[in-house]
């Protein structure tokens, strides 16, 4: 079951899990406007008309009607969906109700006793509604529209299928709600973010607060490091909706690859009209790029990565419950590698979480595939959901930098909108200056701080691309667009391998010669192995993929996470990559 805390860097006492049964209905015409009707046109308020009839079905949330898990497992496209759920509150006591969604695909109109309350559009990233003044001391009903469509252009949609059944690197899709549902009591004033930043030279860190409400008030801020306190400070609350915090630290313990190491921290808001506590915690590391690649805290560290793509058999973008997201961490570690690109989906907030604790470095994405890279106006649409998936996952330590866009390409002729690429990377930048930043992987780069590229070549073709490079060139899979060509950033191979086993007449994979034992695997894999190490221009790289998804047979795990090899062979052989952490020397 889905029971911890959804934000583990904003976690109080009072809060309700809202998943399980709700009740559920499809609405394939998409017809939320015939919901409800105009009551006051100068004031643009609405209000909610619903039948009986579009909730004629119970669904598990926050599994999405496409999975197992939900109960319904309805497999064709989904238009739109309605939700409703009666709770009560009556033991709210004067505070305010807060009602989070961590996430729901695309578009979602958020209704509480039969008044429109909002709207929020983006399918990735959590939505949160203060619902106090719509609510009675009985009953509530709660309704949730849904409308989503993997096949709209202007709908980042992820590795979602845009055809009737998932084919190649594209899966099922997931409608509707799909992350946990919660709520918690707050009171009139309360702390609504959190966001820390290191200032190493202090020995402090900066805590930047918003806030809700405009009573004055004092701050109390206290850090612990496995459970010994390492500071404390009071600030003034002024009402002004912003406060920012320096805390000095008796000591500073760095977050390390592979060793983790968080601060837990106790913040409390106290005013007139009462008292907000949470419980918090954050990581301090230091981020360095050179032409050699990445430094954490002063050490180069080469990045073994692997592609996690967050599908689960049962959830498909859910997992079932808390556990997995250790587990899938746990699997990953135990065959050599010391992170992943968290692909084409914006991953669980506790995910991020227990990559934190493990040390376990990850590279922050949105699912941009499914996008129309080339609108004039394709910054209105992506750029919202992409500000708001940094702005949510900017504590992480465990995140050590952003892709926002995956293999653009070309739409009917049109090449991708350089502007709209270039600006996305700008704002990144802007929002996050501690962190490097990818523009588009893989293929067509406009503005990068690491240069990246894919390539799923085997044998001796992947030997004869990557076993040396001439000075001041690399290989370049696009190597024919001369505008996007390299300019002497860190080099980043950050989708290679994807060899499929077992290698038989079913299912999706890379390879261009069969495979006919495991024997054949390990070998073609050490050979790949052999040559990233023996490159010291690679800095980083990403083999594809951590386990099987669907159809898709290139995991080094089955779907069901059961290990295809001897876990232990893999491990020792991506400790040939493991050495190139040790660039000084090389």
């Not at 015939?34 to 643009?44: A, H, K, M, P, Q």
């Not at 008292?275 to 560290?301: A, C, H, P, T, V």
């Not at 587990?327 to 995910?351: C, E, P, Y």
Request: charged letters at 25%.
């Amino acid at each position: 079951m889905r029971n911890r805390h959804p934000n583990p860097e904003l976690r109080r006492a009072e809060w309700r899990n809202l998943c399980g049964e709700w009740e559920f209905g499809f609405d394939f015409g998409n017809s939320l406007y015939t919901g409800y009707r105009e009551v006051n046109i100068t004031n643009f308020k609405w209000t909610f008309l619903h039948l009986e009839k579009n909730f004629t079905q119970k669904i598990n949330v926050p599994f999405s009607p496409e999975s197992k898990l939900s109960g319904l497992e309805y497999k064709d496209f989904i238009n739109a969906c309605w939700y409703r759920k009666i709770i009560d509150v009556s033991d709210r006591r004067g505070k305010r109700v807060i009602l989070h969604f961590e996430a729901a695909f695309h578009t979602s109109h958020l209704f509480v006793n039969g008044k429109f309350v909002g709207n929020h559009r983006g399918g990735y990233t959590p939505f949160e509604f203060d619902i106090s003044d719509f609510l009675t001391d009985d009953k509530n009903e709660i309704i949730l529209h849904c409308s989503g469509d993997s096949r709209n252009c202007t709908q980042p949609s992820g590795k979602q299928s845009p055809d009737y059944q998932p084919n190649g690197c594209y899966y099922d899709r997931n409608s509707g709600i799909w992350g946990p549902v919660w709520m918690e009591y707050v009171p009139e004033t309360y702390i609504k973010n959190v966001k820390y930043t290191a200032d190493f030279a202090n020995n402090l860190v900066r805590i930047t607060l918003s806030v809700c409400g405009i009573s004055k008030g004092e701050i109390a801020i206290r850090s612990f490091y496995k459970n010994e306190p390492t500071g404390n400070c009071n600030y003034r609350y002024d009402g002004q909706g912003e406060v920012v915090c320096e805390l000095k630290l008796s000591d500073m313990h760095l977050w390390e690859v592979e060793k983790g190491g968080i601060y837990d921290a106790e913040i409390v808001l106290k005013t007139d009209n009462g008292k907000d506590e949470i419980s918090s915690y954050f990581g301090l590391r230091k981020l360095q790029l050179d032409e050699k690649g990445l430094k954490i805290n002063g050490k180069r560290i080469f990045q073994r990565l692997v592609l996690d793509q967050g599908y689960y058999p049962d959830g498909l973008y859910t997992a079932p419950d808390d556990s997995c997201f250790k587990n899938d961490i746990k699997l990953s570690k135990a065959m050599g590698f010391n992170g992943a690109r968290l692909h084409q989906k914006v991953f669980d907030r506790t995910f991020l979480y227990e990559a934190d604790i493990a040390g376990y470095i990850c590279w922050g994405e949105y699912p941009s595939w499914g996008f129309d890279v080339s609108r004039d106006d394709a910054l209105a649409y992506f750029l919202p959901e992409w500000v708001e998936a940094v702005e949510r996952d900017y504590n992480h330590p465990c995140i050590i930098g952003w892709c926002p866009m995956n293999e653009n390409n070309d739409v009917c002729g049109r090449h991708q909108n350089e502007t709209f690429v270039r600006q996305i990377y700008l704002t990144t930048k802007k929002l996050d200056k501690t962190r490097p930043v990818i523009d588009a992987s893989g293929w067509f780069h406009v503005n990068c701080d690491i240069y990246d590229i894919h390539d799923y070549s085997q044998g001796e073709e992947f030997v004869n691309r990557f076993s040396e490079f001439e000075e001041g060139d690399v290989y370049d899979s696009n190597e024919l667009q001369k505008e996007y060509a390299y300019k002497g950033q860190p080099y980043f191979l950050s989708e290679y391998g994807g060899l499929k086993y077992p290698d038989d007449n079913s299912g999706w994979g890379y390879n261009k010669e069969k495979i006919n034992s495991e024997e054949d695997f390990i070998s073609r894999l050490l050979l790949i192995q052999k040559t990233i190490y023996n490159n010291p221009k690679i800095s980083a790289a990403c083999y594809t993929q951590l386990y099987d998804v669907q159809h898709e047979r290139n995991g080094l795990y089955y779907y069901d996470r059961k290990p295809k090899f001897s876990i232990d062979n893999i491990k020792r052989i991506n400790g040939i990559i493991s050495a190139k952490s040790k660039y000084e020397e090389l």
